[in-house]
């Protein structure tokens, strides 16, 4: 990708844009990071409150409709 660009006299500007991509790319990764993480702490807490009772009624059955 950028040889072609490199023919084309682009170079610089290809490399620009694929440092700005790989930016992105690694801020939204240690986003979804941050969010898992964050979220299973979360979890972890509301089981350390009450451990006998987390998630006993278990999820809601649809299926008898």
Same mark, same amino acid.
């Given at each position: 990708?950028?040889?072609?660009?490199?023919?084309?006299?682009?170079?610089?500007?290809?490399?620009?844009?694929?440092?700005?991509?790989?930016?992105?790319?690694? #801020?939204?990764?240690?986003?979804?990071?941050?969010?898992?993480?964050? /979220? =299973?702490?979360?979890?972890?807490? #509301?089981?350390?409150?009450?451990?006998?009772?987390?998630?006993?009624? /278990? =999820?809601?059955?649809?299926?008898?409709?």
């Amino acid at each position: 990708m950028i040889g072609e660009a490199e023919k084309e006299g682009k170079g610089d500007e290809m490399r620009e844009r694929l440092a700005k991509f790989r930016l992105r790319s690694k #801020i939204k990764a240690a986003a979804v990071l941050i969010v898992v993480i964050a /979220g =299973l702490f979360w979890v972890q807490t #509301i089981y350390n409150v009450d451990p006998e009772h987390f998630l006993k009624g /278990g =999820l809601p059955d649809y299926s008898r409709r």
